[in-house]
């Protein structure tokens, strides 16, 4: 058990970098290293300068009083440096990524010299693995819970899925990443004009911070390192067995080719929406320059969905694959884009038509992929060294053991109630097989909210 931290004189301030989620979870890790180095935690800074360019501060994304006071018992946290400390000289470090408890402990001796430490970047800093139970469940506190989206926010996600559940009751989010940049970054022009390929490439050469500029399309395609496309996805959505009345929410920016090709999906669902389509415009004002604000209503909207489906992995993804075990392992598809991309070019080329056979493989190809617990995974065979680091699962994407109980192991458990609920779930409508997880697991840090 690693003692909380206690009324400290030293202080850490951070600048968080990347996008909503990025952020989120790199303030979490923060949460959790300023308690191993018995720091107060200063409001964290947040990012500005990158590619989404957004002029939010915390408190117009987060509940920033919340955020105090839900983790006081585990680390002093402050708005503002005091006064008579913004002279004095900092340490400037970038911690190394996923490091884990000796190297923080290591880094206490900077208290002999400095009472402010700046940390410069903030994502990836904490391994996902091996750190003692309190401190991931501190994480788990800090992302799920502390880390409460402003009151504005919440009421307008909150009232979008009001609105989503008036038009049917259940509703899948697709997290659709089709978007101009995710497509230039990757270097996938799968299906693109000519035109629209040359695009995506001037852009990569000219984002001097996309540090890899020549890829190869098909060899990334094949890999299974692109996002589905629009019309893959909706083959995808189709062969797991979803009616084309299926209400889908697109949590995404702009849609590469627009309407033209999301029309690839809405042929085959036609019920989509996005939240421009589901808030008024005046609802939508206060949030319509902030990217990371409107992230964040999609997130809620993800979250409390009945099935979340992301197209891509990326940093939205993990996370709200992650909040969807805490939350009781809500079913969540991760599409074996490796996999189906046999399948569509064999659909492509004749060998296969759409139908039970379709059907079937894709089936069988997802049956462990629809977010059932299950412990988090390790890196690939044959990495070896600091690479297994980056290729291993991430902890926020799957936060079990850590922060979920086996429900044997809750205080409330009851073996034969469970036995009686199970297999009740097994005989109920083909509808409920599509939209839940049988297995029913509890949070063992303090139960979060979306909100």
Not at 175 to 185: A, T, W
Not at 362 to 382: D, E, I, Q, S
Not at 401 to 426: G, S, V
Request: hydrophobic share 35%.
């Amino acid at each position: 058990m690693h003692p909380a931290a206690q009324e400290s004189s030293n202080y850490m301030t951070v600048r968080s970098n990347g996008g909503l989620n990025q952020m989120r979870i790199g303030i979490a890790d923060m949460v959790a290293v300023a308690r191993i180095m018995n720091a107060t935690l200063v409001i964290p800074q947040l990012d500005k300068r990158s590619f989404w360019q957004d002029s939010s501060v915390f408190a117009d994304i987060f509940d920033e009083l919340y955020f105090i006071k839900s983790l006081q018992q585990d680390v002093k946290i402050v708005k503002e440096l005091p006064k008579h400390l913004e002279s004095l000289p900092r340490a400037r470090k970038h911690f190394t990524s996923w490091s884990g408890m000796s190297y923080y402990e290591n880094m206490t001796h900077l208290w002999n010299e400095y009472q402010v430490i700046h940390v410069a970047k903030s994502d990836s800093r904490l391994a996902n693995n091996g750190l003692p139970l309190d401190i991931q469940r501190l994480r788990c506190r800090a992302l799920y819970n502390a880390l409460r989206f402003s009151p504005p926010i919440v009421l307008l996600g909150k009232r979008l899925v009001e609105r989503l559940r008036s038009r049917g009751g259940h509703y899948i989010a697709l997290h659709l990443r089709y978007e101009k940049d995710m497509l230039s970054f990757t270097g996938c022009t799968y299906g693109l004009s000519d035109a629209e390929s040359e695009e995506l490439r001037i852009m990569r050469e000219t984002t001097n911070h996309w540090k890899i500029k020549k890829i190869n399309s098909t060899e990334q395609r094949n890999a299974g390192l692109c996002p589905l496309t629009p019309k893959e996805v909706g083959i995808f959505i189709q062969a797991l067995g979803y009616p084309s009345s299926t209400l889908i929410y697109i949590a995404a920016g702009e849609i590469y080719g627009g309407a033209r090709r999301l029309s690839q999906l809405t042929a085959l669902f036609p019920n989509v929406v996005f939240k421009e389509t589901l808030a008024t415009q005046e609802e939508l004002k206060a949030f319509s320059k902030h990217a990371s604000q409107t992230a964040a209503i999609d997130y809620i909207i993800s979250v409390e969905s009945d099935v979340f489906i992301p197209s891509y992995s990326g940093n939205m993804a993990r996370a709200v694959e992650g909040h969807r075990r805490f939350l009781g392992h809500r079913k969540t598809i991760t599409p074996d884009r490796r996999g189906l991309i046999e399948v569509f070019d064999k659909l492509e080329s004749g060998q296969l038509e759409e139908g039970p056979s379709c059907a079937s493989i894709v089936k069988r190809m997802h049956r462990h992929r629809l977010g059932a617990p299950r412990k988090r995974g390790g890196p690939p065979p044959g990495i070896k060294g600091r690479a297994r680091f980056r290729y291993e699962e991430s902890f926020y994407q799957n936060p079990y053991p850590d922060c979920i109980c086996n429900p044997e192991e809750h205080p409330n458990y009851d073996a034969k109630r469970q036995a009686i609920t199970l297999n009740a779930i097994m005989k109920v409508h083909v509808f409920d097989k599509l939209y839940r997880n049988p297995q029913s697991y509890h949070s063992c840090a303090k139960h979060g909210q979306v909100t």
